[in-house]
């Protein structure tokens, strides 16, 4: 996050309604990039949480929604229409919203058409500020609307701005993509173990594996694609497991995976 992003943030009032794990990464990510601990304040109805958020980063609590500049909505999908309508009532002039299936009419409807909305999805990865996030705008949302946004969910991982029409697709692939990776992940320990490794030893490979590999992939000039073809030798041992896989038509799987989840974010948003 840039200073000047930062410094924005902490000009104003920042409300992260919902304690729970998204809305901790956020404010920890927050945090670390610089922002304020008094320019945030966390609306949560449990008071564990809401004791939990003070306790770990200083900042301010409430119980109820409070007046407030801009406002993340990181709570239960079938809360967040009565949230925004309660922003609404103290005057909030942006609100992001990163509940799953909640269309930006439905928020504008509840908001008002003269708040800044925006419908964010971002994926469990930002628990470790390695996430990534599709970000969608509604009509009214200005440049600095936008990068409002941005300078905020930035604070976990990347930022990839989308139509709201590929939010599902969004979901879909990142979204759900570690759901998928942790299978494969429990399927290769468990593989192992059956090979003969003990299950330590399995869990460590196997952790290592997805590490180095993510790594490799986020950082190298060339395509997954690419990737593969170098690490496959002809007639070797990847050769012979990718040939199991592509018989098993591993591709067509995960594109029915992907097409299953993004059917049932369409059903959520209906």
């Not at 920042?14 to 922002?35: F, K």
């Not at 992001?96 to 269309?103: D, E, L």
């Not at 419908?119 to 009509?139: D, Q, W």
């Not at 173990?193 to 299950?199: F, P, W």
Request: hydrophobic share 45%.
């Amino acid at each position: 996050m840039t200073s000047t992003m930062s410094s924005s943030i902490s000009s104003s009032l920042l409300a992260v309604v919902g304690g729970g794990n998204m809305g901790t990464a956020l404010i920890a990510g927050l945090l670390a990039g610089g922002v304020s601990a008094e320019s945030i304040v966390v609306v949560e109805i449990d008071e564990d949480k809401r004791n939990a958020a003070a306790k770990q980063f200083g900042v301010r609590t409430s119980e109820s929604i409070v007046s407030c500049d801009g406002a993340i909505v990181a709570v239960k999908p079938q809360t967040v229409v009565d949230v925004c309508l309660e922003l609404r009532q103290v005057g909030v002039k942006r609100v992001v919203s990163i509940a799953a299936g909640i269309s930006l009419a439905t928020l504008e409807h509840a908001l008002g058409s003269e708040i800044a909305v925006m419908r964010a999805m971002p994926n469990t990865p930002a628990l470790v500020t390695e996430g990534v996030t599709g970000l969608a705008f509604s009509t009214k949302c200005s440049p600095s609307d936008m990068d409002w946004a941005e300078s905020i969910l930035s604070a976990v991982g990347l930022v990839v701005r989308v139509p709201e029409e590929q939010i599902d697709a969004v979901t879909a692939v990142a979204g759900s993509g570690p759901g998928y990776l942790f299978l494969i992940a429990e399927a290769l320990i468990d593989a192992g173990v059956t090979q003969g490794l003990s299950q330590d030893v399995a869990q460590k490979l196997v952790r290592q594996l997805f590490r180095g590999s993510g790594i490799l992939l986020a950082q190298s000039p060339e395509t997954a694609s690419m990737l593969r073809q170098r690490v496959t030798s002809p007639n070797g041992t990847t050769a012979a497991g990718l040939a199991v896989l592509e018989n098993a038509q591993i591709r067509q799987i995960i594109d029915q995976a992907v097409a299953a989840a993004a059917a049932r974010s369409r059903q959520m948003g209906a």
